[in-house]
């Protein structure tokens, strides 16, 4: 926990202000971090070089290598789905904007021209599972052809703004408060989150923002500042994120009361499995 001290209400308007800019300039580069990420957006082979799709143990066999990467972003409700074809389940995808392709390829653990491997596209898919802002994902084989296998990448998204308020008495006082959270800012993937609360002792205000991918790394980076704390909490870390991550590390400098932990994985045989099976693409 943070270390309580005095600090202008300023600070945390700045981290917000800051934080939106930097998910906005974030906006102006999908385009070139996609393409520079993988050839994916080349063209697709024609019709008489595809070849039937082998099973994954031959494939992995004969050395067959990633081609192109297709994201499949899908928004929050499906309108050719009758279920889901409702005037406020349209309106809630025209509000939402959908989690950016760049941000997706950014998790993968494969890259085209790599080596096919079952492996890493399910524990692909499971650190995407992993993120709040998806409701699923799954990813699969879609095309063979010159050695090469094309995957698809489909995701997706869930509503992200969540408000709260929230009213109370206690010792003879109300207490009263409300908050706002964003999981998915402007579909890069980074939360923010505002509060105000009014209780016997103090009232509150808090900004904190973060990104579990910072600047399209494995290093999660969470700010938090308050109008009764110190001016910001800085705090980093990276998980466990794929079998063969050997170690994890975490870091609070300064303001946090500064400390850094590590863990190492006991045994190569430690694997870490999908909460729930993959939902068959539609």
């Known amino acids: 926990m943070c270390n309580r001290a005095y600090a202008r209400p300023a600070t945390a308007i700045l981290l917000l202000a800051a934080t939106t800019a930097w998910s906005a300039r974030a906006l102006?580069?999908?385009?070139?971090?996609?393409?520079?990420?993988?050839?994916?957006?080349?063209?697709?082979?024609?019709?008489?070089?595809?070849?039937?799709?082998?099973?994954?143990?031959?494939?992995?066999?004969?050395?067959?290598?990633?081609?192109?990467?297709?994201?499949?972003?899908?928004?929050?409700?499906?309108?050719?789905?009758?279920?889901?074809?409702h005037k406020i389940f349209r309106l809630a995808n025209r509000l939402h904007i959908k989690t950016r392709?760049?941000?997706?390829?950014?998790?993968?653990?494969?890259?085209?021209?790599?080596r096919f491997s079952r492996r890493l596209l399910e524990e692909s898919a499971r650190i995407l599972r992993s993120d709040r802002y998806f409701y699923d994902a799954w990813i699969e084989p879609v095309r063979y052809h010159d050695g090469?296998?094309?995957?698809?990448?489909?995701?997706?998204?869930?509503?992200?703004?969540?408000?709260?308020?929230?009213?109370?008495?206690?010792?003879?006082?109300?207490?009263?408060?409300?908050?706002l959270e964003e999981l998915n800012i402007l579909g890069t993937g980074a939360q923010v989150s505002l509060s105000?609360?009014?209780?016997?002792?103090?009232?509150?205000?808090?900004?904190?923002?973060?990104?579990?991918?910072?600047?399209?790394?494995?290093?999660?980076?969470?700010?938090?500042a308050t109008s009764w704390s110190v001016p910001?909490?800085?705090?980093?870390?990276?998980?466990?994120?794929?079998?063969?991550?050997?170690?994890?590390?975490?870091?609070?400098?300064?303001?946090?009361?500064?400390?850094?932990s590590r863990s190492w994985r006991p045994t190569s045989a430690n694997r870490c499995r999908s909460p729930r099976p993959l939902i068959p693409p539609r």
């Open 101 to 114: 392709a760049y941000v997706i390829r950014q998790q993968l653990l494969f890259r085209p021209g790599e």
């Open 196 to 224: 105000h609360k009014t209780s016997i002792d103090r009232t509150s205000d808090v900004v904190s923002a973060g990104d579990q991918h910072a600047f399209g790394t494995w290093t999660s980076g969470p700010v938090r």
């Open 232 to 260: 910001a909490c800085l705090r980093a870390a990276q998980s466990l994120f794929s079998t063969q991550t050997p170690t994890s590390w975490t870091t609070s400098p300064g303001a946090c009361s500064a400390w850094i």
């Open 28 to 85: 102006s580069a999908p385009a070139s971090a996609a393409a520079a990420a993988s050839p994916s957006v080349a063209a697709a082979p024609e019709a008489g070089t595809l070849e039937p799709i082998p099973s994954d143990a031959e494939l992995e066999q004969s050395g067959a290598v990633i081609g192109a990467i297709l994201v499949d972003n899908q928004n929050i409700f499906d309108p050719q789905d009758p279920r889901e074809d």
């Open 148 to 179: 090469q296998v094309d995957v698809r990448i489909t995701t997706r998204d869930v509503w992200t703004l969540n408000p709260g308020v929230s009213f109370g008495r206690s010792g003879g006082k109300n207490t009263s408060g409300f908050e």
